[in-house]
């Protein structure tokens, strides 16, 4: 069966520092990936989505960047972190033919 | 411009009323919806889809394109049903981006 992690659960880092979000799947192949950011009262932000190795689209202009290195591995990254980078990450995957999101347990970043 | 409008922040219900949470939407073209939810300390997870029209934990949602919208309905709710609910629309034109409504946090009372 397939399996999405996301690590770290909680990160607390504080301003101009770097970050890395992983998230990795498992069972299945060629996934199409997803980082959104969840926000109280402000729902799901989709940041980035990857349809396949090396090729990442954003659609947030930000302080954030995205990487797939491998089929199954998605990573989100920042040079330097902002107050405003704060709040819950969220990982997610599709499989093809299918259009329903499977989503991490998620990551909460706190900035300080 | 693709969109997805959930109205109300919080619904409060009485345990065995009936229960609305409304979902609009903007889409050129036929829309593909769902309903997520995400209930205390569990991950995000898919609740329905327009296409199985289907009956989920006694939840149903009817697509209507005249009035573009999605709501999703139970005749009586129960204690277990309170959860943050979020609408969806799958975007067909690249990587089949999945766009969510702000979400609306169900809460049903005793």
């Known amino acids: 069966s397939q399996t999405i992690h996301q690590w770290p659960a909680t990160l607390v880092q504080p301003v101009g520092s770097p970050l890395s979000l992983e998230c990795t799947v498992e069972?299945?192949?060629?996934?199409?990936l997803y980082w959104y950011r969840q926000a109280a009262g402000r729902g799901l932000q989709l940041l980035f989505y990857s349809v396949g190795i090396g090729q990442i689209s954003s659609e947030v202009p930000q302080n954030l960047s995205a990487s797939r290195p491998q089929d199954r591995q998605f990573i989100l990254s920042s040079k330097k972190l902002l107050l405003s980078d704060s709040g819950f990450y969220l990982c997610?995957?599709?499989?093809?033919?299918?259009?329903?999101?499977?989503f991490g347990a998620g990551s909460r970043l706190t900035v300080l | 411009a693709q969109r997805v409008t959930q109205p109300e922040k919080l619904l409060s219900v009485f345990k065995g009323a009936p229960v609305e949470l409304k979902c609009n939407y903007s889409y050129s073209g036929s829309p593909e919806l769902f309903w997520y939810v995400q209930y205390s300390r569990q991950r995000l997870q898919l609740l329905l889809r327009h296409i199985s029209r289907e009956s989920i934990k006694g939840f149903t949602a009817d697509l209507n394109k005249g009035e573009t919208s999605f709501h999703l309905k139970k005749p009586f709710a129960q204690e277990e049903d309170s959860a943050m609910y979020y609408c969806?629309?799958?975007?067909?034109?690249?990587?089949?981006?999945?766009?969510f409504g702000a979400g609306t946090r169900l809460f049903v009372k005793a």
């Open positions: 997610a995957w599709r499989s093809s033919g299918a259009n329903v999101l499977t």
């Open positions: 969806a629309l799958v975007s067909h034109t690249g990587g089949f981006k999945t766009i």
């Open positions: 069972g299945t192949s060629n996934p199409n």
